[in-house]
């Protein structure tokens, strides 16, 4: 048995969609635990870009079983738009399995959720609108509607019935229109029929593979400090894309969790509002900004960028069991004078070394910087350690001294050959 959890372990768009197509070409099963398609991946396979939402990153290979699990909220329309996408572009070879019990985004949920936002003004949490957070409100309020109920007519129509109404008094109150049963059940109950070849019990499934021997992938949505558990509150998503939280979101036992490798970007960034302590609010933020390329996958909005952040990092890595680092984008920070690393914050003259609960005291955090040297060279091509300057290996052998977590994989350019893997741990 080996199984994978790979976890963003910053603000999210670490490049986990990168680290997951690599770690999935030894993968049997690649599953996508939560969140639905306010998240993006960016993958790039021969120099062909591909960017998926809520399809699991295995999907370009034939062989992997690729599973969207019950942690998911899963917008049919969109899913199977993004299905037709890869089909036009030769994607057409492909095993998924949807499960059951996920529940589902519909018209009525992205409609609130931007009338929430409006409706909070400047206390907006910067959301992509895309109705995640509504349709989480509703599975805890226990009137979503699942993937079980979409692909059988009669209990569709049902369920469908009772909440609408509910939603509907909701719209009316925030000043929407509001919306018609026929037009939503119509079209939803067509998308149910496409959808109910890929739908299965997909816990049993993950049992039986593990069982088997098999090796499986699990992969989550935006990073651990967005955690609606442990994220800076309440700028955070509407679920937990910790690694703790894998064996919820998909019904496989904690027994079965091997490693949890966390994958953080040689910097930091962040999308959307909240406090963030080592934004670069500077002409080397706007660098890192463009030589990264730091605009969101789905919503295209500039990120936010900072140095790294080894406060968040730590606090990362012990929520969600990350026992491993994967360290992306390191060539975005070749051709700086000199590079920081946060390794402390200071708090109304106090130094210290994880996340205040509240807003008003994470924003009063000062960072305390290490100064290292930067380096000059194109790192671009390296294959190994060994390759890099002293500069970049000394500021990676800094990582990991003040996280305590071993770096084993750092990342030096998008494609697949630009990945280089210091450990096997997913054997």
Same mark, same amino acid.
């Given at each position: 048995?080996?199984?994978?959890?790979?976890?963003?372990?910053?603000?999210?768009?670490?490049?986990?969609?990168?680290?997951?197509?690599?770690?999935?070409? /030894?993968?049997?099963?690649?599953?996508?635990?939560?969140?639905?398609?306010?998240?993006?991946?960016?993958?790039?396979?021969?120099?062909?870009?591909?960017?998926?939402?809520?399809?699991?990153?295995?999907?370009?290979?034939?062989?992997? /079983?690729?599973?969207?699990?019950?942690?998911?909220?899963?917008?049919?329309?969109?899913?199977?738009?993004?299905?037709?996408?890869?089909?036009?572009?030769?994607?057409?070879?492909?095993?998924?399995?949807?499960?059951?019990?996920? &529940?589902?985004?519909?018209?009525? &949920?992205?409609?609130?959720?931007?009338?929430?936002?409006?409706?909070?003004?400047?206390?907006?949490?910067? %959301?992509?609108?895309?109705?995640?957070?509504?349709?989480?409100?509703?599975?805890?309020?226990?009137?979503?509607?699942?993937?079980?109920?979409?692909?059988?007519?009669?209990?569709?129509?049902?369920?469908?019935?009772?909440?609408?109404?509910?939603?509907?008094?909701?719209?009316?109150?925030?000043?929407?229109?509001?919306?018609?049963?026929?037009?939503?059940?119509?079209?939803?109950?067509?998308?149910?029929?496409?959808?109910?070849?890929?739908?299965?019990?997909?816990?049993?499934?993950?049992?039986?593979?593990?069982?088997?021997? &098999? /090796?499986?992938?699990?992969?989550?949505?935006?990073?651990?400090?967005?955690?609606?558990?442990?994220?800076?509150?309440?700028?955070?998503?509407?679920?937990?894309?910790?690694?703790?939280?894998?064996?919820?979101?998909?019904?496989?036992?904690?027994?079965?969790?091997?490693?949890?490798?966390?994958?953080?970007?040689?910097?930091?960034?962040?999308?959307?509002?909240?406090?963030?302590?080592?934004? *670069?609010?500077?002409?080397?933020?706007?660098?890192?900004?463009?030589?990264?390329?730091?605009?969101?996958?789905?919503?295209?909005?500039?990120?936010?960028?900072?140095?790294?952040?080894?406060?968040?990092?730590?606090?990362?890595?012990?929520?969600?069991?990350?026992?491993?680092?994967?360290?992306?984008?390191?060539?975005?920070?070749?051709?700086?004078?000199?590079?920081?690393?946060?390794?402390?914050?200071?708090?109304?003259?106090?130094? *210290?070394?994880?996340?205040?609960?509240?807003?008003?005291?994470?924003?009063?955090?000062?960072?305390?910087?290490?100064?290292?040297?930067?380096?000059?060279?194109?790192?671009?091509?390296?294959?190994?350690?060994?390759?890099?300057?002293?500069?970049?290996?000394?500021?990676?052998?800094?990582?990991?001294?003040?996280?305590? %977590?071993?770096?084993?994989?750092?990342?030096?350019?998008?494609?697949?050959?630009?990945?280089?893997?210091?450990?096997?741990?997913?054997?």
């Amino acid at each position: 048995m080996s199984t994978l959890v790979v976890v963003g372990s910053q603000w999210g768009d670490e490049g986990k969609g990168k680290i997951t197509d690599y770690m999935a070409q /030894k993968a049997d099963v690649v599953v996508r635990s939560q969140g639905g398609n306010n998240a993006g991946h960016t993958i790039t396979i021969e120099g062909e870009k591909f960017a998926l939402r809520s399809i699991p990153s295995g999907i370009f290979n034939p062989k992997i /079983k690729n599973v969207m699990a019950n942690g998911m909220v899963i917008d049919p329309k969109q899913m199977l738009e993004e299905l037709k996408g890869l089909e036009d572009r030769g994607i057409k070879n492909y095993q998924l399995f949807v499960s059951n019990r996920a &529940h589902i985004v519909l018209p009525y &949920h992205r409609l609130l959720d931007g009338a929430y936002e409006k409706f909070k003004g400047d206390k907006k949490i910067g %959301t992509t609108k895309k109705g995640i957070g509504p349709a989480y409100a509703d599975k805890v309020n226990r009137i979503g509607i699942r993937i079980a109920d979409l692909i059988d007519p009669k209990i569709f129509a049902e369920a469908l019935k009772t909440t609408l109404a509910i939603k509907n008094m909701e719209l009316k109150m925030l000043g929407e229109e509001e919306l018609d049963f026929d037009s939503i059940y119509n079209e939803y109950v067509e998308y149910g029929k496409k959808i109910k070849p890929f739908v299965c019990d997909t816990s049993l499934l993950l049992e039986e593979e593990i069982e088997a021997g &098999h /090796k499986v992938l699990f992969e989550g949505a935006q990073g651990v400090m967005l955690c609606i558990e442990h994220g800076t509150y309440p700028y955070v998503t509407s679920s937990s894309p910790t690694g703790a939280s894998v064996p919820v979101n998909t019904g496989v036992a904690p027994k079965y969790i091997d490693n949890v490798l966390g994958i953080c970007k040689a910097y930091t960034t962040r999308v959307g509002e909240g406090p963030f302590p080592t934004e *670069i609010d500077n002409e080397i933020g706007n660098y890192i900004r463009e030589r990264g390329h730091e605009y969101g996958t789905v919503t295209k909005r500039p990120r936010r960028v900072g140095w790294l952040d080894c406060v968040a990092l730590n606090y990362a890595r012990r929520v969600s069991g990350i026992n491993y680092l994967s360290l992306m984008l390191f060539d975005v920070l070749s051709g700086l004078e000199e590079v920081k690393i946060c390794y402390a914050y200071s708090l109304d003259g106090k130094e *210290i070394k994880t996340i205040p609960a509240t807003l008003s005291e994470l924003e009063r955090c000062k960072p305390l910087y290490i100064t290292m040297p930067g380096w000059k060279e194109d790192i671009t091509n390296v294959t190994s350690f060994d390759e890099l300057p002293e500069n970049a290996k000394a500021y990676i052998k800094k990582i990991e001294e003040l996280t305590k %977590t071993e770096i084993v994989i750092f990342s030096v350019g998008p494609d697949r050959t630009q990945t280089i893997q210091l450990k096997d741990f997913f054997k």
